[in-house]
């Protein structure tokens, strides 16, 4: 199995990239964004507790992410492997997710991540909110409070897979073609 951590903050492009890589590498692409926005839109329980996190650009409680992900992971036995894409977002979550892996005999191949500055996140998404219909693109303030997040909780994940000799950095500017080659050649490389 071929397990991958699409990583970078928010903007990056993860949710493009995961796009064109899973055809290419036949694999599942499990977003936790999409799966909360599919949620709220749906009114479900999980949607409105998210959407009180989300709105303020704040981590959904791990907990809850958790045992979301888990739920995924579980709908598709038969999966050649999975793209994980917004998870994890803190250590406890990557704990877990080795953790949960384990049990199906698997385990991370490699962490690929987006680097991007951050005046180019805000304006990407800023861009990205003119269009998206996310509450969470529309307001700046939202958009530095989800970076600050990214640095405050989420960017020391790339240390952990370092530690693992799973990190893999990619320049995450220029044509969606140019950095689908840069992350293929982390890929192939394994
Ligand atoms: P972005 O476009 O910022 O990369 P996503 O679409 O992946 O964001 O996720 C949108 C929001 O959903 C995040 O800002 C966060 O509130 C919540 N979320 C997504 N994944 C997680 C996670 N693994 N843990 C906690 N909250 C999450």
């Known amino acids: 199995m071929t397990n991958l951590v699409l990583f970078g903050p928010?903007?990056?492009g993860k949710g493009t990239q995961?796009?064109?890589?899973?055809?290419?590498?036949n694999l599942v692409h499990i977003s936790t964004g999409d799966v909360f926005r599919f949620n709220i839109k749906n009114a479900t329980e999980l949607g409105s507790l998210a959407k009180s996190y989300i709105d303020k650009g704040q981590l959904v409680p791990d907990e809850v992410t958790i045992n979301m992900l888990s739920a995924e992971?579980?709908?598709?036995?038969d999966a050649n492997g999975f793209i994980f894409d917004g998870f994890p977002r803190t250590e406890a979550q990557a704990e877990v997710l080795e953790v949960l892996l384990k049990d199906k005999e698997t385990e991370i191949s490699a962490m690929v991540a987006l680097e991007v500055d951050d005046e180019v996140l805000v304006q990407r998404l800023l861009n990205r909110g003119k269009t998206s219909g996310r509450a969470d693109d529309a307001?700046?303030?939202v958009i530095r409070n989800r970076i600050k997040v990214y640095?405050?909780?989420?960017?020391?994940?790339?240390?952990y897979?370092?530690?693992q000799n799973k990190y893999h950095g990619v320049d995450g500017v220029g044509s969606v073609g140019d950095i689908t080659?840069?992350?293929?050649?982390a890929i192939d490389s394994l």
């Open 139 to 141: 307001d700046e303030e």
């Open 151 to 159: 640095y405050n909780e989420t960017a020391i994940l790339k240390e």
């Open 181 to 185: 080659d840069r992350l293929s050649a």
């Open 73 to 77: 992971v579980d709908k598709n036995p």
């Open 161 to 163: 897979y370092q530690k």
């Open 18 to 25: 995961a796009e064109v890589l899973k055809e290419k590498y």
């Open 10 to 12: 928010p903007g990056a």
